[in-house]
């Protein structure tokens, strides 16, 4: 499991390079301006030359409206500005149909400029909540319009978290499906340490997280910590080992 970091400044940034060995991708966004806030291209392009060189950059487009060509035109500013992983928001797409022909404009944008970034369709887990697609329907979404991964976020910050809208079995059957369609899966949204467990098990491949690593598990008020990315890691090893010990025991 990969562990993706989200600083929200330059700052923050420097904070997470000097726990580099700890994390795996450091994810650009801009909290202030919703779940998968899109940061600054200047921005992505210092945190890009804040991390080492070896770490991948990610940036959220936004949690974004039903606009193919505005969409696009946003993923591919990313990519020009450093990002080797672009994650879209499907926020606005109420339909199947809408969110794949959003994706579809974003992955011939960013591939025709970079073929192997890694584009991302991003869904809600509490999209009942905004009125979004199904978060079961990202994985068939990211297959059709040919993205690498599927990922599920919040998109109301309330303290509610990934587990209280899709519990444990539900994210197992979106990872099923996103490694049956042959994609990574990503899960996401006011996950702590307590939750790895069970993302371990189900085989959960990028886990992202902010407040978890931040000054009180405060993701707004909170500054990234390194030693807690440190903390954060050891636990996620720990779990790994754990699950493979046990998969090994059962076999």
């Not at 940036?59 to 993923?75: C, L, N, R, S």
């Not at 444990?168 to 979106?174: K, N, Y």
């Amino acid at each position: 499991m990969l562990l993706l970091i989200s600083p929200d400044s330059v700052e923050e940034a420097l904070d997470c390079a000097k726990a580099a060995e700890h994390l795996d991708i450091v994810d650009v966004k801009k909290p202030d301006e919703g779940s998968l806030g899109a940061n600054f291209p200047w921005v992505i392009r210092q945190i890009r030359d804040a991390v080492p060189a070896d770490k991948p950059v990610s940036a959220t487009v936004g949690d974004v409206p039903y606009k193919p060509g505005t969409v696009a035109q946003a993923a591919l500013g990313a990519a020009v500005s450093g990002a080797a992983y672009i994650k879209v928001g499907l926020y606005g797409c109420t339909t199947p149909e809408q969110a794949i022909d959003v994706m579809r404009g974003v992955v011939r944008a960013v591939k025709d400029y970079q073929p192997e970034a890694f584009v991302v369709a991003s869904g809600y887990a509490d999209a009942h909540r905004i009125g979004c697609v199904n978060p079961l329907a990202l994985p068939d979404i990211a297959r059709r319009s040919g993205c690498d991964a599927a990922m599920l976020d919040t998109a109301v910050k309330d303290g509610t978290r990934l587990f209280d809208h899709v519990p444990p079995d539900v994210c197992a059957e979106f990872v099923r499906q996103a490694h049956e369609a042959g994609l990574l899966a990503a899960l996401a949204g006011s996950v702590k340490a307590a939750d790895l467990g069970a993302l371990t098990r189900i085989g959960t491949d990028i886990v992202g997280v902010r407040g978890a690593v931040c000054e009180g598990g405060d993701r707004d008020a909170g500054r990234i910590q390194p030693q807690l990315v440190a903390a954060f890691r050891a636990e996620m090893d720990q779990h790994a080992r754990e699950h493979a010990a046990s998969v090994a025991t059962a076999g």
